[in-house]
């Protein structure tokens, strides 16, 4: 395998990665950001309070995005396989 496959190989994986983890992360920063404001506002320092809606929000864009999800793994995986005789030379 050539360094520039190699390298191909792995910046597709890591903008994968970046993509499938960006909305559910990004969703637990603007609840937590969310219900960090209500916290302060009202003086309310309970711990699962943070952490209950935080999970909930996570789990539902999960659940909503993963049809997308899997379509973009299967996509590379598929482009993986298809090409491996390309990257074996």
Do not use: C
Not at 6 to 12: S, V
Not at 56 to 68: G, L, Y
């Amino acid at each position: 395998m050539s360094p520039e496959a190699a390298i191909y190989i792995i910046r597709q994986g890591l903008k994968l990665i970046l993509m499938l983890a960006g909305p559910p992360l990004l969703t637990g920063l603007v609840v937590g950001v969310l219900i960090s404001i209500f916290q302060a506002a009202t003086q309310i320092q309970e711990m699962t309070l943070s952490f209950v809606p935080k999970i909930t929000a996570v789990f539902i864009v999960i659940m909503i995005t993963f049809p997308w999800m899997i379509k973009i793994m299967h996509r590379f995986t598929t482009d993986l396989i298809i090409n491996l005789y390309r990257y074996v030379q």
